[in-house]
Each structure stands twice: as structure tokens, then as C-alpha cells.
């Protein structure tokens, strides 16, 4: 009598190793599919580091040039829609105004447009430049520019301000 008693308490019965299996599989199943979406959305941070930082080199290019054009009649050739090849010969801000927006086909760097850059055909710019009252300044010694740069999912929009100093 004493080793049946025994031999019942020594082991799992069938119900209870059915729920083991049961919970076990629904807490991987729960860990696996929180490792999944972060796996699937790791790569957005990245994409939208590269729109950013395409952004501020653009935005940075357009406000280092000066507020009028020193050369009146020599770029862009299309007022409104210049090409990507003729920025290196860009004068002033306004020269950057644009009614379209690059795609980057050409694959050109942004400091030597010259250059191929692989994976910048992914991303559009966009600039706009327009006069505008500033804070009490006349609307023609203040201007507006919008760098708006799409990729992927992503679209940045950054907004920037040049005056025309004077004494």
C-alpha cells in the first residue's frame, strides 16, 4: 500500500503537463511577436536620421549664400524649377526657390554634385523661398526658406530665416 501512494505523488499527470505546454507556448508566442514588431520597425529610426540630416544640409547650403543675387542673370536657368546640376552655381537664396522638387536620379552628393552617392535616388527636396515681413522688417529684406525632404515613410519639414543686414 505504502509504494502505490508513493509511486501517485512522484509524477505529473497528463492534465497537468497539458497546461504546462499550453501556458509555456502562449508566453513564447507573446515574446516572439514583441520581438517581431521590434524588429520589423528598427530600420525607421535610420530613415528618418538620413531625411534629417539630408534636410539640414540642405537647409544649411540655401541660408550660407548670400541674401541677392550678386549675378542677376546667371542661374537658375528655369526660374522656379532649377536643376540639381546647376546648384553649385547657385549665388543667393532666392535661387533655390523651386516649384517642383529634386528627385534624387542624378544620385549627386550634396557638398559635390558631382559625386554619386548610392541611396540618395530614395529621397525628394523640396524649397521654397519667399519674401516676408519679418518681425518689423520690410518684406524685401526677409525671406522664408522651407526644405521639405521625403523618404521612405518619412517627410521632414524644416523652415529657416534670412535677412539682409544693413547699417
Not at 531625411?51 to 544640409?57: N, Q
Given at each position: 500500500m505504502k509504494r502505490a501512494s508513493l509511486c501517485r505523488q512522484c509524477g505529473l499527470s497528463l492534465i497537468e503537463l497539458i497546461v504546462f505546454i499550453v501556458i509555456v507556448s502562449v508566453g513564447i508566442a507573446g515574446i516572439l511577436s514583441v520581438i517581431n514588431i521590434a524588429v520589423k520597425g528598427s530600420a525607421d529610426p535610420m530613415i528618418r536620421k538620413?531625411?534629417?540630416?539630408?534636410?539640414?544640409?540642405?537647409?544649411e547650403e540655401v541660408l550660407s549664400k548670400d541674401f541677392s543675387d550678386p549675378y542677376p542673370d546667371a542661374f537658375p536657368a528655369v526660374p522656379g524649377n532649377p536643376a540639381q546640376a546647376e546648384r553649385p552655381n547657385f549665388s543667393c537664396v532666392g535661387d533655390?526657390?523651386?516649384t517642383g522638387g529634386w528627385k534624387w536620379t542624378g544620385v549627386r552628393s550634396l557638398v559635390d554634385t558631382s559625386t554619386n552617392i548610392a541611396g540618395l535616388e530614395n529621397y525628394t527636396v523640396a524649397i521654397t523661398v519667399e519674401e516676408m515681413a519679418l518681425n518689423g522688417l520690410a518684406s524685401a529684406k526677409s525671406k522664408r526658406v522651407t526644405v521639405a525632404v521625403s523618404g521612405g515613410n518619412e517627410t521632414i519639414t524644416l523652415v529657416g530665416y534670412r535677412t539682409k543686414y544693413e547699417d
Open positions: 538620413q531625411v534629417l540630416s539630408v534636410a539640414e544640409a540642405m537647409m533655390y526657390h523651386m
